[in-house]
Nanobody, 124 residues
Framework: QVQLVESGGGLVQAGGSLRLSCAASGRTFSTYAVGWFRQAPGTERKFVGGINWTGSNTYYAESLKGRFTISRDNAKNTVYLQMNSLKPEDTAVYYC?????????????????WGQGTQVTVSS
């Protein structure tokens, strides 16, 4: 069983940066792949990016490559989402999710555990 808690969201001006954290409980978190998703009001939850269990491979939504970076520190049971050059369209609730085995899928149903989400608001 894994519990996930996101933090680091907030209000930022366009062009600014935020770093989100996804802290996990459980001694085996280092064996979980983690995905980040976001959901704007009235829209579906969408894949932002993810990282495999070792941290050796990262994956991003095509439109976000170059601005967002995912990393993990397994010693701290934490995965990070660094977001740079933020735009108003990045405004959403950001969620992290974990799955026990396999790669980093882009679909929500393939993840077993979810955090409660953290709000990111980018003002113009």
């Amino acid at each position: 069983q894994v519990q996930l808690v996101e933090s680091g969201g907030g209000l930022v001006q366009a062009g600014g940066s935020l770093r989100l954290s996804c802290a996990a409980s459980g001694r085996t978190f280092s064996t979980y792949a983690v995905g980040w998703f976001r959901q704007a009001p009235g829209t579906e939850r969408k894949f932002v990016g993810g990282i495999n269990w070792t941290g050796s491979n990262t994956y991003y939504a095509e439109s976000l490559k170059g601005r967002f970076t995912i990393s993990r520190d397994n010693a701290k049971n934490t995965v990070y989402l660094q977001m740079n050059s933020l735009k108003p369209e990045d405004t959403a609730v950001y969620y992290c999710a974990a799955r026990r085995v396999g790669g980093v899928p882009t679909t929500t149903y393939e993840y077993n555990y979810w955090g409660q989400g953290t709000q990111v608001t980018v003002s113009s």
